[in-house]
């Protein structure tokens, strides 16, 4: 018995002896995992477009540790190492500038992968015995980015997921060639967000996403229904630009003011224009200085009355003299004053010849004080807030002070190119009717309000090449040339000039009404003259 136990105590002892020299422990090449990863890196991340890597070291394996040694000593690239997460510390950043890489040695780590299941760039480290879990929720999480799995025998494989044709293909680890998976789409529904009463409206956003659908094989929608997952939403009135997921987009958009376009004048003003009111002021100042001088110093045109001495010096500007003067100081005086008026009625018949071809228009409403002092708005919270002049509700203003806050695009004929299919939509105007009507009696004022750059906020997977064709839009003119070619001639509204009508009767009105006005009051004057030559002789025949 004794002799049994000492064999049975001499197999125990050299039994883990054996077992050791049958299944030596593996050692861990951690060249082809780096070598690999590294690859995968450099081609998936340009360090032009994506400078920072974010590393989440949830795992303790071995594999892990040592590789994220030789990624910390790699200086090409900005490196931040997490090793714990939450909601809290995924940003825009991780989503749409970083290069993302996620070392798994465990189910839990899986839950940082539905965090940044997003991301545009994501790289997954894990073992191959999580690739055969039967989970399918789980399957699917690791189909977010590109698979590295590893095995124990030192061996890697590659895989990767094509989000819209949902094929999963394998990578070559010795030769590694990232496919664009963008080049065709494979029919993706591509849905922009779009107001109700903007769907039917023809706008270059719709053009632009319809274009790229038809270029990379997918479906343009667009859709007022957000809860079913926009992957394009048109950002407007973004203070700044300061968000980093905005792509900046086609025109502007601003709050722009719609006032009355200024009436014309009438024909007479021509002879009024040409000088201005300070001018005016200061010739009636030296004629009346000139009519006092002669009636105090005149030798013979003093003698008249002071009216005759007034008309008699306009006379002389017009026609030169027609009353005899004379005497040393009024020749030399009025001599003078001839000459004065040479220069003033030259100029002032040139001017008018001048004025005839321009515009015959009052001033237009432009500046902000302009537009504080002549406009009067509804009475609605815009005014309020812009602290403008308002109209009670329910009432009219007059024609030519009322003024509109309206949103408009880019500038005014594709503001109302958008609104004039809005109408049409609502079958209140016809397109050309709205265009016409607007152009000949409103106009936008110079001023604007709030004017940003519009922009886009495009889901990750798509951001890159929706970059690629904004930029080709801006470098061609494509977005020009698209409202030019809608454009039609006869809505440019023009000034018409004085050559290019006739002149009618009412056009004169106010020259006849001062005719008719000065011949009353000329007769007027003569009929009490005689009657009080005539009260005056026979008063004195009494005497």
């Not at 989970?135 to 799995?149: D, F, P, Q, T, W």
Request: proline fraction near 4%; charge should be neutral.
């Amino acid at each position: 018995m004794s002799f049994v136990l000492v064999i049975r105590l001499m197999l125990l002892v050299a039994f883990p002896v054996i077992l050791c020299s049958l299944n030596p422990i593996l050692s861990v090449d951690s060249r082809v995992y780096v070598h690999t990863l590294f690859e995968l890196h450099r081609q998936l991340c340009p360090v032009d477009k994506y400078h920072d890597l974010v590393v989440y070291q949830t795992s303790n394996d071995a594999r892990s540790e040592t590789i994220l040694t030789f990624i910390m000593s790699d200086f090409v690239y900005t490196k931040i190492v997490k090793t714990h997460y939450s909601k809290l510390h995924i940003t825009y950043d991780n989503y749409f500038h970083s290069c993302n890489i996620i070392f798994i040695d465990s189910l839990e780590d899986l839950n940082i992968v539905s965090l940044l299941q997003l991301s545009v760039k994501l790289i997954l480290f894990y073992p191959k015995w999580i690739q055969n879990e039967k989970n399918i929720s789980i399957v699917r999480a690791l189909n977010k980015g590109y698979e590295v799995v590893y095995g124990l025998d030192n061996t890697v494989e590659i895989y990767r997921t094509n989000l819209f044709s949902d094929q999963k293909i394998a990578l070559d680890p010795q030769n590694i060639a990232i496919p664009d998976e963008q080049q065709d789409l494979h029919g993706y529904k591509i849905k922009m967000y779009c107001e109700d009463f903007l769907l039917k409206v023809p706008k270059f956003e719709k053009y632009f996403l319809e274009q790229i659908a038809i270029k990379r094989n997918a479906t343009a929608i667009q859709t007022s229904d957000i809860s079913r997952g926009i992957e394009v939403l048109p950002i407007i009135n973004m203070q700044n630009m300061v968000y980093s997921w905005i792509i900046p987009a086609f025109g502007t958009t601003y709050k722009a003011v719609k006032v009355p376009r200024a009436k014309p004048k009438p024909i007479v003003s021509i002879l009024i224009d040409p000088f201005d009111l300070y001018v005016w002021i200061t010739y009636l100042v030296l004629v009346l200085t000139m009519a006092v001088t002669i009636s105090l110093f005149g030798k013979l045109l003093g003698r008249r009355h002071f009216m005759e001495i007034v008309l008699e010096l306009i006379m002389m500007c017009l026609a030169g003299p027609s009353r005899a003067y004379g005497g040393t100081f009024e020749n030399r005086i009025i001599t003078l004053f001839c000459l004065i008026g040479i220069v003033l009625i030259s100029s002032y018949q040139s001017l008018i010849i001048s004025f005839m071809s321009c515009a015959r228009y009052g001033p237009e409403i432009n500046t902000l004080k302009q537009i504080h002092d002549q406009c009067l708005f509804p009475d609605d919270r815009h005014a309020k807030f812009y602290n403008f002049k308002t109209f009670p509700n329910g009432s009219l203003p007059r024609a030519d002070s009322e003024c509109t806050l309206i949103f408009a695009q880019n500038n005014e004929i594709q503001t109302l190119m958008i609104l004039s299919n809005l109408e049409e939509e609502n079958n209140s105007y016809s397109k050309e009717s709205f265009i016409r009507h607007n152009l000949e009696n409103y106009r936008f004022a110079e001023t604007k309000f709030l004017e940003y750059l519009m922009g886009f906020s495009i889901q990750p997977h798509l951001r890159e090449l929706f970059l690629f064709y904004i930029q080709a839009v801006f470098e061609s003119g494509i977005y020009e040339y698209y409202y030019k070619n809608q454009t039609k001639p006869n809505w440019q509204y023009k000034h018409k000039t004085f050559v290019e009508q006739v002149v009618k009767v009412e056009d004169l009105l106010l020259l006849w009404y001062a005719f008719f006005v000065g011949t009353l009051v000329s007769m007027l004057c003569f009929v009490v003259e005689m009657v009080v030559h005539k009260m005056l002789k026979g008063f004195f025949v009494c005497q």
